[in-house]
């Protein structure tokens, strides 16, 4: 199963670095920070194309053209091109993110990164890995060590931001990122580059692969308040590398007035 979708992934990263670089045509969405090009409908299209081969009969969610429901306890979650902002700029920071569900409950993971060649990918109770070899986060246990990158919706509240940096400037951490691809934020954390993520309210296909890599990295991840999610599709969330350094981050995230 977990090949298919690797297959997947990848034909969808083939059809995205055939328009990186290029001058695209924007089609808004949501809001003018939301917007797709012909690479995120092509790299869909090719991973829609290569999964219904195999698993004609399960429910699928893709960011672009939405749910295809089938009555199956089975959904494929897929993000086609996590970073369109970034790729569009020409900033080589994006991937391809593809989960799968039973129920509520995730149980594969794979995110590509095209520019690199990279698969990330994790199946429940089988570890995580890069290019076939086993990952795991790292054990750095003091903010003063640590890299945190922040992710965020569109309508985000730009405070939050501020006292985030305020938040690590007093606790003197290392340092505060904002990626725009979390997709990459879950695969770097489960490979032990960087140390915690805070998100505050993305989509559902943004992040269901990059849980379950980060988890059988060994990660941790909870609501704000250090409480178990109800399940992966929670967008308001923290996680981070091991359980000594999530308390520290529950900390932080307690002073930040408007992250609920």
């Given at each position: 199963m977990i090949d298919h979708i690797i297959t997947a992934a990848k034909l969808g990263g083939e059809q995205i670095n055939k328009y990186f670089g290029e001058i695209l045509e924007?089609?808004?969405?949501s809001s003018l920070a939301d917007f797709r090009t012909q690479a995120d409908l092509a790299s869909e299209k090719a991973i829609l194309n290569e999964l219904q081969k195999y698993f004609p009969n399960y429910n699928y969610l893709a960011e672009e053209s939405g749910w295809k429901k089938n009555d199956s306890p089975f959904t494929f979650v897929i993000d086609p091109l996590d970073g369109t902002n970034n790729f569009s700029l020409g900033i080589s920071n994006f991937s391809v993110s593809i989960g799968l569900q039973k129920g509520d409950e995730t149980i594969?993971?794979?995110?590509?990164?095209?520019?690199?060649h990279q698969v990330y990918y994790a199946e429940k109770g089988k570890g995580a890995y890069l290019d076939g070899i086993k990952i795991q986060t790292n054990n750095v246990s003091d903010i003063q060590n640590a890299t945190i990158s922040y992710v965020c919706g569109y309508d985000n509240d730009g405070t939050i931001y501020e006292d985030l940096v305020s938040g690590m400037n007093i606790r003197k951490g290392k340092r505060l990122l904002t990626n725009w691809s979390v997709a990459l934020d879950h695969c770097l954390l489960a490979n032990g580059r960087i140390e915690a993520i805070i998100c505050n309210g993305t989509e559902v296909y943004d992040n269901i692969a990059g849980k379950i890599i980060v988890k059988e990295a060994g990660g941790i991840i909870t609501k704000f308040n250090g409480q178990k999610e109800e399940n992966d599709e929670n967008a308001y969330f923290i996680v981070s590398n091991n359980q000594i350094f999530h308390k520290e981050i529950v900390d932080l995230c307690s002073s930040i007035k408007n992250l609920k």
């Open positions: 924007i089609s808004r969405k594969a993971g794979v995110i590509y990164n095209p520019t690199t």
